[in-house]
């Protein structure tokens, strides 16, 4: 496979991964406006703060009001990682690497371009927003699905697989790091309601409050959260569930090509660390020490897959 | 006011009754309800922007990408029509080979006076690097899309040999794919013959001309402009098809005298490059020195048989609208055969009596730049008004060599389904002719493009033409 087609594969998939990603985050700070006006703000700041993307926005805008977060992040084109542009990008990474693509993989994004292009046209309503937000995570299961049904399980697939669990595990770990202080067991007072809001945005955010009410009934304390989203492996969006299949992609690629990786060992060390760390271990460090630790490794991961093989020069 | 006395319809004769290949089809057609078939056509227009089968327009906001309308309406060819136009396509196509491997060695054609040495030593599609270089099997063109056009029963006219980058093959097999999703009952009906083959075909072509320093099997890759040139759909359709990659220059470097490509496990040799980049932007330190397209130093390695290069760099001498007058003497000279095909008369403004002629009778006739295409910077005299026809004066006597000028094609009609029912329109046909040492392979059918505006006779898909499927018929 041509290093440029890995490339174009990971970061369809990484971009692909940020659109429903940055959907979801929208959700969550919409249901906070709606059920807490008076936290709407603060709340709106922070989503723009965990999409990474706070700079960009206070360049256009002086004030974090609902429409203009809303607009930023789902149509402004000047935004890299808002839905439009992120979906824009995924699209032209799937038509560069057209060969590698099934055509119900391509065909599926394509037409999630061509619906969400049509749908963004115009700023989104707030009586249009629910409806347009899952219109995003359908389009979203769409393409995930035809590439589980389609594609053969070689080097094609683990490049895009990888590109969906780098890009998921750092937006899991900003979401955590951005509302950390809610977590602390310290500062936050058990029980009182306006952290169980900010809880359930975090669980919401990531599309967690069935799971993990399956695993903890109604039990909703800062230290489980934390545990769900860091430590459980079962959680398809938890650190730990995305660095284990890194680790399957990456040792997958390693067989196949039959030679060691500098990110196959990175990828291993990151594993054993979060398979040895107990959530008490995370908030002894400090758990927002630990996540920024967690960022940057992440981050050099995907700087050293892209130099291991070869996405570049 | 009636067209149908002037021009040649291909469906109807003139009483009305269908020509014998159109006879199954009309006898369907009368049985189909017009409202179904408009409903057909526009679930094929959603068909092709969901396969992503457009053309991106150069110059305009947005990168916009459009779609080349598809017509529903078959245009068809008997099978003994395309047996005659294979024979004169497999003549030319000889003759063009047999003639750029002279142009480039010996000359002999220039030293028998048939052609002035000024018009190869003075075009820029001349390229003196390819003297003396004798590509691999002796193929230049592997791929030739000539263009037809048709005025009466047995009268076609060659308008255009297009040797360096055909494109629009793509659109001869998706719609055919898409007929056949819409009509399938239409296809077990009529007997027509398969072009799905086609990439199979190309592949096969291409391998056969591997360089002389392959090991294995040829190793064969597309190369790219990107994804924003106009043509990107097929490139990447074509290279899908063939399981071959799809390469840009900066894929590519100069390794060990190969042209190799950067994969996730390291650089691979190539064997055959299906370039889609135009010869000046192929290799930058022979030629433009800006391309960011090509690959610096693949001509040394093309030179010391190290890639095989499809089309080989400089045939465009052969399609040049200048040279295309002279094709019936380079037919005669090489084959010693009369050409089968017609050529359509030409003159060459840059002869001042043939100027003087255009210039007289300018209303009347079509006048091309020389290395123009897609319809651009050319007039249609009788289509152009007044102002038009001064603006244009103008230009043609500032730089007369700069243009030909043919009589106007009464081309034939295949009708459309327009909104009051079929209605005919002009039409022109792009069969892809593959040229491999042991073999000159033409797919039965092409790319049948058709002026969608009534009484228009410009087919261009970038000046509102369309396309239709194209069908041969078999036994």
């Given at each position: 496979?041509?290093g440029?087609?890995?490339?174009?594969?990971?970061?369809?998939?990484?971009?692909?991964?940020?659109?429903?990603?940055?959907?979801?985050?929208?959700?969550?700070?919409?249901?906070?406006?709606?059920?807490?006006?008076?936290?709407?703000?603060?709340?709106?700041?922070?989503?723009?703060?965990?999409?990474?993307?706070?700079?960009?926005?206070?360049?256009?805008?002086?004030?974090?009001?609902?429409?203009?977060?809303?607009?930023?992040?789902l149509?402004?084109?000047?935004?890299?990682?808002?839905?439009?542009s992120a979906?824009?990008?995924?699209?032209?990474?799937?038509?560069?690497?057209?060969?590698?693509?099934?055509?119900?993989?391509?065909?599926a994004?394509?037409?999630?371009?061509?619906?969400?292009?049509?749908?963004?046209?115009?700023?989104?309503?707030?009586?249009?927003?629910?409806?347009?937000?899952?219109l995003?995570?359908?389009?979203?299961?769409?393409?995930?699905?035809?590439?589980?049904?389609?594609?053969l399980?070689?080097?094609?697939?683990?490049?895009?697989?990888?590109?969906?669990?780098?890009?998921?595990?750092?937006?899991?770990?900003?979401?955590?790091?951005?509302?950390?202080?809610?977590?602390?067991?310290?500062?936050?007072?058990?029980?009182?309601s306006?952290?169980?809001?900010?809880?359930?945005?975090?669980?919401?955010?990531?599309?967690?409050?069935?799971?993990?009410?399956?695993?903890?009934?109604?039990?909703?304390?800062?230290?489980?959260?934390?545990?769900?989203?860091?430590?459980?492996?079962?959680?398809?969006r938890?650190?730990?569930?995305?660095?284990?299949?890194?680790?399957?992609?990456?040792?997958?690629?390693?067989?196949?090509?039959g030679?060691?990786?500098?990110?196959?060992?990175?990828?291993?060390?990151?594993g054993?660390?979060?398979?040895?760390?107990?959530?008490?271990?995370?908030?002894?460090?400090?758990?927002?020490?630990?996540?920024?630790?967690?960022?940057?490794?992440?981050?050099?991961?995907?700087?050293?897959?892209?130099?291991?093989?070869?996405?570049?020069g | 006011?009636?067209?149908?006395?002037?021009?040649?319809?291909?469906?109807?004769?003139?009483?009305?009754?269908?020509?014998?290949?159109?006879?199954?089809?009309?006898?369907?057609?009368?049985?189909?309800?017009?409202?179904?078939?408009?409903?057909?056509?526009?679930?094929?227009?959603?068909?092709?922007?969901?396969?992503?089968?457009?053309?991106?327009?150069?110059?305009?906001?947005?990168?916009?990408?459009?779609?080349?309308?598809?017509?529903?309406?078959?245009?068809?060819?008997?099978?003994?029509?395309?047996?005659?136009?294979?024979?004169?396509?497999?003549?030319?196509?000889?003759?063009?080979?047999a003639?750029?491997?002279?142009?480039?060695?010996?000359?002999?054609?220039?030293?028998?006076?048939?052609?002035?040495?000024?018009?190869?030593?003075?075009?820029?599609?001349?390229?003196?690097?390819?003297?003396?270089?004798?590509?691999?099997?002796?193929?230049?063109?592997?791929?030739?899309?000539v263009?037809?056009?048709?005025?009466?029963?047995?009268?076609?006219?060659?308008?255009?040999?297009?040797?360096?980058?055909?494109?629009?093959?793509s659109?001869m097999?998706?719609?055919?794919?898409?007929?056949?999703?819409?009509?399938?009952?239409?296809?077990?009906?009529?007997?027509?013959?398969?072009?799905?083959?086609y990439?199979?075909?190309?592949?096969?072509?291409?391998?056969?001309?591997?360089?002389?320093?392959?090991?294995?099997?040829?190793?064969?890759?597309?190369?790219?402009?990107?994804?924003?040139?106009?043509a990107?759909?097929?490139?990447?359709?074509?290279?899908?098809?063939?399981?071959?990659?799809?390469?840009?220059?900066?894929?590519?470097?100069?390794?060990?005298?190969?042209?190799?490509?950067?994969?996730?496990?390291?650089?691979?040799?190539?064997?055959?490059?299906?370039?889609?980049?135009?010869?000046?932007?192929?290799?930058?330190?022979?030629?433009?020195?800006?391309?960011?397209?090509?690959?610096?130093?693949?001509?040394?390695?093309?030179?010391?048989?190290?890639?095989?290069?499809?089309?080989?760099?400089?045939?465009?001498?052969?399609?040049?609208?200048a040279i295309?007058?002279?094709?019936?003497?380079?037919?005669?000279?090489?084959?010693?055969?009369?050409?089968?095909?017609?050529?359509?008369?030409?003159?060459?403004?840059?002869?001042?009596?043939?100027?003087?002629?255009?210039?007289?009778?300018?209303?009347?006739?079509?006048?091309?730049?020389?290395?123009?295409?897609?319809?651009?910077?050319?007039?249609?005299?009788?289509?152009?008004?007044?102002?038009?026809l001064?603006?244009?004066?103008?230009?043609?006597?500032?730089?007369?060599?700069?243009?030909?000028?043919?009589?106007?094609?009464a081309?034939?009609?295949?009708?459309?389904?327009?909104?009051?029912?079929?209605?005919?329109?002009?039409?022109?046909?792009?069969?892809?002719?593959?040229?491999?040492?042991?073999?000159?392979?033409?797919?039965?059918?092409?790319?049948?493009?058709?002026?969608?505006?009534?009484?228009?006779?410009?087919?261009?898909?970038s000046?509102?033409?369309?396309?239709?499927?194209?069908?041969?018929?078999?036994?």
């Open positions: 496979m041509l440029k087609t890995a490339g174009g594969l990971f970061w369809m998939f990484r971009y692909l991964e940020r659109s429903e990603n940055t959907a979801r985050l929208i959700e969550a700070g919409f249901r906070i406006a709606l059920t807490r006006p008076d936290a709407a703000k603060d709340e709106w700041a922070s989503v723009v703060e965990t999409a990474g993307v706070r700079t960009a926005f206070l360049e256009r805008h002086d004030d974090f009001d609902g429409a203009s977060v809303i607009d930023f992040l149509r402004d084109k000047a935004n890299s990682s808002s839905v439009l979906i824009e990008t995924a699209r032209n990474n799937a038509r560069l690497v057209r060969t590698a693509l099934t055509r119900e993989v391509w065909e994004v394509n037409e999630s371009w061509m619906v969400l292009k049509e749908a963004l046209r115009r700023p989104v309503r707030e009586a249009d927003l629910p409806g347009i937000l899952g995003i995570r359908r389009q979203s299961a769409l393409v995930r699905g035809a590439l589980h049904g389609t594609m399980r070689n080097d094609i697939f683990d490049f895009a697989r990888i590109g969906t669990f780098l890009e998921r595990a750092d937006n899991t770990a900003r979401i955590l790091d951005v509302k950390y202080y809610v977590l602390l067991p310290s500062i936050s007072q058990i029980g009182s306006l952290d169980n809001v900010q809880w359930e945005t975090i669980l919401r955010s990531v599309a967690g409050q069935r799971s993990y009410r399956w695993l903890n009934g109604t039990d909703i304390t800062p230290r489980g959260i934390a545990e769900f989203l860091v430590l459980d492996g079962r959680m398809p938890s650190l730990a569930f995305c660095v284990s299949k890194l680790s399957g992609n990456l040792s997958y690629l390693k067989k196949q090509y030679h060691d990786y500098a990110c196959v060992e990175l990828v291993e060390k990151l054993a660390e979060l398979s040895e760390t107990s959530i008490e271990g995370v908030f002894e460090t400090g758990l927002h020490e630990f996540l920024t630790d967690f960022l940057r490794d992440n981050a050099a991961l995907g700087a050293q897959i892209e130099q291991d093989f070869r996405f570049y | 006011m009636d067209d149908s006395a002037r021009f040649f319809d291909e469906l109807r004769k003139h009483d009305g009754t269908p020509r014998r290949p159109y006879e199954e089809f009309c006898g369907w057609f009368s049985n189909e309800d017009i409202k179904r078939l408009k409903t057909k056509s526009r679930e094929a227009e959603t068909f092709f922007r969901r396969t992503g089968i457009t053309f991106n327009v150069y110059g305009q906001a947005e990168a916009d990408e459009r779609l080349i309308p598809f017509d529903i309406v078959p245009r068809i060819i008997s099978e003994r029509e395309w047996a005659r136009l294979t024979k004169g396509i497999e003549q030319r196509v000889r003759a063009i080979n003639f750029l491997y002279d142009i480039y060695h010996r000359q002999e054609i220039l030293r028998a006076g048939r052609i002035p040495q000024e018009l190869i030593s003075e075009n820029d599609a001349f390229l003196p690097q390819m003297i003396g270089v004798a590509p691999p099997g002796n193929v230049y063109t592997h791929i030739v899309g263009d037809l056009v048709r005025t009466g029963e047995d009268e076609f006219f060659v308008l255009e040999d297009n040797a360096r980058t055909p494109s629009g093959v659109y097999l998706e719609n055919r794919e898409t007929m056949l999703q819409m009509f399938p009952e239409l296809f077990s009906k009529i007997k027509v013959q398969e072009v799905s083959n990439p199979t075909r190309l592949r096969r072509s291409l391998s056969a001309c591997p360089p002389s320093k392959t090991e294995g099997a040829p190793v064969v890759a597309v190369l790219t402009p990107g994804i924003h040139n106009s990107y759909f097929e490139h990447s359709f074509l290279a899908d098809h063939m399981g071959a990659e799809l390469v840009e220059g900066h894929d590519l470097r100069v390794i060990d005298g190969r042209i190799a490509m950067r994969t996730t496990r390291g650089y691979r040799p190539i064997d055959v490059l299906y370039r889609r980049v135009d010869d000046d932007y192929l290799d930058p330190l022979t030629f433009n020195p800006d391309s960011l397209l090509g690959v610096p130093g693949i001509m040394d390695v093309y030179r010391s048989g190290g890639i095989t290069i499809a089309n080989a760099p400089g045939t465009g001498i052969a399609d040049d609208k295309y007058s002279y094709m019936p003497d380079i037919i005669e000279f090489y084959t010693g055969e009369k050409a089968i095909l017609q050529n359509v008369p030409t003159w060459r403004c840059g002869d001042p009596d043939s100027l003087a002629y255009v210039l007289d009778n300018l209303d009347e006739l079509v006048v091309k730049e020389v290395h123009g295409s897609g319809g651009y910077g050319m007039l249609v005299g009788p289509a152009a008004s007044k102002r038009e001064a603006k244009f004066r103008a230009k043609l006597m500032a730089k007369p060599s700069n243009y030909i000028a043919q009589p106007t094609l081309l034939s009609t295949v009708p459309i389904l327009a909104k009051e029912g079929l209605s005919p329109r002009h039409v022109d046909l792009r069969p892809f002719v593959l040229v491999s040492p042991d073999k000159i392979d033409i797919t039965p059918g092409g790319l049948t493009r058709v002026a969608l505006k009534k009484g228009s006779l410009v087919v261009n898909s000046q509102g033409g369309g396309t239709k499927d194209t069908w041969v018929l078999g036994e």
